[in-house]
């Protein structure tokens, strides 16, 4: 029978601690997800924390669901960083949202509290349907650095929180330019992210004012370079770019042989969530789109001094539309095999600014990004690009995920979530999964939820086709354990092989925000649900069952 040995000497522990610590988004400057450190079991709740309590007033009445990201916690050592909404009030009757960082540390068993530090860092505003963006902080030359307003960073001491400086690399600070998404600190402290400016009157309806690649060295000099040249093979912002039809028709594509309609590209800026990844050679690879459409969007690669070293398009990729993944019937008659329905062409991945999924870069140099796809149901696909832009493949799952990798044997695996968004009354429903894949994007197993009717503090909530992982990024530990946390309110922990190690129950089932997991070096599980953090494990005196 199959065992894991979770008795970690503190030893080992220590050592680890500098493998260990999880200093960003994806734990590391290639988003991969994995620690050498093996992961305690799911024994018990060390801590449960409240980074957002507005989360009641924050679920769609109408669905139930939670549409906001969350960072993931930073951690080193015994203290853990973490980005906290509350609500602040103006006057009597009214409050808006502010975000800040707190920094908790283990001290006898429990995560205190040692500071916070509010951050005038507030959201791109929703005028295009989106879930909220995260705020995510990230660990970096002894400091930690907060996005802020502007386009601009906040350098805190990790000690005792206070301001070491504010980095803006544009001088002014213009209320409707936002830092894009996550920084990305590589190996030396240089960290990177993406800005844009919006429009004040016209925020989606009107081009963008400006988009940069904005570098930060370890001394603070911040030097931000125009994005739109370093997407060489970009459309011109006024060019045509072709959409989808109209969405009311009974079937897509209207005839077999149908001309979508086109509409005005606009300018590239970095898609909303994305993290930049950082490849060992230097090489920084960022997401690109046209603002007015996520059809045309790229996998961008920058040279270590800034300049454009490739761009790949992600547009027609995919041949597994109409007859394919797509049954005929879900297709207007006579309508060619593989193409998207709802442009007759080749499918291509998308830059949804709902998504979380940034790029990594895996052992061999090869990059990975999950794009969203609507007509293969929203399952979207993940991208596989050689180091030197090579295409190379998808796998037909890919929204709002980022893959963790574990190494193992002279080579590696991938592990994503693999969610069903389909109608179960239109096709069968085959379930929610975990899944990893080799590197040709090979299934090697898959772990399906297994729950069906959960309960809790008296209540029970019954999903009849399956919960899924609301898990946007994986996290594996040194024995390829995969942590991922469901919409069921469970954490669960799975063994190579797809086998069922732990599950613990988080909170109650909630349609709930698609969050991070991530391991401490000393085996510590951190998941989130319903505005929650916690840190979950236990170490036992023996060996454990695979059960």
């Known amino acids: 029978?199959?065992?894991?040995?979770?008795?970690?000497?503190?030893?080992?522990?220590?050592?680890?601690?500098?493998?260990?610590?999880?200093?960003?988004?994806?734990?590391?400057?290639?988003?991969?997800?994995?620690?050498?450190?093996?992961?305690?079991?799911?024994?018990?709740?060390?801590?449960?924390?409240?980074?957002?309590?507005?989360?009641?007033?924050?679920?769609?009445?109408?669905?139930?669901?939670?549409?906001?990201?969350?960072?993931?916690?930073?951690?080193?050592?015994?203290?853990?960083?973490?980005?906290?909404?509350?609500?602040?009030?103006?006057?009597?009757?009214?409050?808006?949202?502010?975000?800040?960082?707190?920094?908790?540390?283990?001290?006898?068993?429990?995560?205190?509290?040692?500071?916070?530090?509010?951050?005038?860092?507030?959201?791109?505003?929703?005028?295009?349907?989106?879930?909220?963006?995260?705020?995510?902080?990230?660990?970096?030359?002894?400091?930690?650095?907060?996005?802020?307003?502007?386009?601009?960073?906040?350098?805190?001491?990790?000690?005792?929180?206070?301001?070491?400086?504010?980095?803006?690399?544009?001088?002014?600070?213009?209320?409707?330019?936002?830092?894009?998404?996550?920084?990305?600190?590589?190996?030396?402290?240089?960290?990177?992210?993406?800005?844009?400016?919006?429009?004040?009157?016209?925020?989606?309806?009107?081009?963008?004012?400006?988009?940069?690649?904005?570098?930060?060295?370890?001394?603070?000099?911040?030097?931000?370079?125009?994005?739109?040249?370093?997407?060489?093979?970009?459309?011109?912002?006024?060019?045509?770019?072709?959409?989808?039809?109209?969405?009311?028709?009974?079937?897509?594509?209207?005839s077999p042989n149908a001309v979508a309609p086109q509409r005005t590209c606009g300018a590239q800026r970095p898609g909303i969530n994305v993290a930049p990844a950082v490849a060992s050679d230097g090489t920084i690879y960022m997401i690109s789109r046209t603002h007015f459409n996520d059809r045309w969007g790229y996998l961008v690669a920058i040279n270590p001094d800034l300049t454009p070293k490739w761009s790949q398009s992600l547009r027609g990729r995919f041949h597994d539309g109409c007859g394919v993944l797509l049954p005929p019937t879900n297709c207007s008659a006579g309508a060619h095999v593989g193409v998207d329905p709802d442009d007759n062409l080749p499918g291509s991945g998308r830059v949804d600014d709902s998504s979380t999924a940034s790029p990594a870069v895996l052992p061999d140099g090869s990059i990975v990004y999950g794009s969203y796809t609507y007509y293969n149901d929203r399952n979207g696909h993940l991208m596989h690009f050689s180091a030197s832009g090579a295409y190379l493949g998808d796998y037909p799952f890919g929204w709002d995920t980022t893959p963790a990798v574990w190494q193992h044997d002279g080579t590696y695996s991938l592990v994503t979530k693999q969610n069903f968004y389909g109608d179960p009354l239109l096709r069968p429903n085959p379930g929610d999964f975990v899944t990893q894949l080799s590197p040709q994007l090979q299934v090697e197993w898959q772990y399906r939820n297994p729950s069906r009717t959960i309960c809790r503090d008296g209540s029970c909530v019954d999903e009849a086709f399956g919960f899924e992982w609301c898990v946007n990024a994986t996290a594996i530990d040194a024995q390829g354990t995969v942590y991922a946390n469901g919409e069921d309110g469970i954490l669960y922990a799975i063994a190579q092989g797809g086998i069922l190690l732990d599950r613990f129950s988080l909170s109650a089932p909630l349609g709930a925000a698609y969050t991070p997991a991530a391991i401490d070096a000393q085996g510590r599980i951190y998941s989130q649900s319903g505005g929650h953090l916690f840190a979950v494990g236990g170490v036992p005196a023996r060996k454990r069952a695979v059960r």
């Open 1 to 254: 029978m199959l065992k894991r040995l979770f008795a970690v000497t503190i030893q080992f522990a220590a050592a680890a601690s500098a493998l260990a610590q999880w200093s960003q988004f994806g734990a590391n400057q290639r988003h991969t997800g994995n620690t050498s450190t093996v992961g305690q079991p799911l024994v018990r709740t060390l801590a449960d924390v409240v980074h957002d309590p507005l989360v009641p007033d924050e679920i769609d009445p109408t669905t139930g669901n939670l549409y906001v990201h969350y960072a993931g916690p930073l951690l080193d050592g015994d203290d853990v960083f973490m980005s906290y909404k509350e609500l602040i009030f103006i006057g009597p009757f009214s409050g808006v949202p502010r975000w800040s960082v707190h920094r908790l540390h283990w001290e006898n068993g429990q995560l205190v509290e040692k500071w916070a530090q509010p951050s005038d860092w507030y959201p791109i505003p929703d005028g295009a349907g989106i879930w909220e963006p995260t705020m995510q902080p990230i660990i970096s030359n002894d400091s930690i650095y907060a996005p802020a307003m502007g386009g601009t960073l906040l350098q805190l001491d990790r000690t005792t929180g206070e301001i070491i400086r504010r980095i803006n690399p544009f001088g002014s600070i213009d209320t409707m330019t936002f830092v894009s998404g996550p920084p990305t600190a590589d190996s030396s402290g240089n960290i990177t992210y993406g800005v844009f400016r919006l429009q004040q009157n016209a925020p989606w309806s009107g081009d963008i004012l400006g988009s940069w690649l904005v570098r930060v060295t370890p001394a603070g000099a911040a030097t931000a370079v125009p994005f739109a040249p370093l997407v060489t093979n970009a459309p011109a912002p006024n060019a045509l770019c072709t959409s989808e039809f109209p969405f009311g028709s009974l079937q897509h594509p209207p």
